[in-house]
């Protein structure tokens, strides 16, 4: 059975890396183990990058529901 979509303010996991000239974002949904990662630049901000990698958490998260890997 396929767990219900999840909200993008539902409990996320953020954690972020300075690495030389660029920032990575892992974003993981504790309940799932699910982790996705993005690199961005320092000057789009925090709230930028964070929001960045929360979205492509969800979009991986909604493509194994639909039953494909991302």
């Known amino acids: 059975m396929a767990s219900p979509p999840r909200r993008p303010d ?3 996991l953020i954690e ?5 000239n660029a920032v990575k974002v892992s974003a993981v949904d504790p309940k799932t183990g699910i982790e ?3 690199v961005g630049s320092p000057s789009m ?3 930028t990058l964070k929001r960045n ?3 492509k958490l969800m979009y991986v998260m ?4 639909e039953g494909r890997d991302a």
Not at 16 to 20: I, N, S
Not at 62 to 65: F, L, N, W
């Open 10 to 12: 539902d409990d996320i």
């Open 16 to 20: 972020m890396f300075r690495v030389g």
């Open 36 to 38: 996705a990662s993005i």
């Open 45 to 47: 901000g925090e709230e």
């Open 53 to 55: 990698a929360v979205n």
């Open 62 to 65: 909604r493509k194994r529901r």
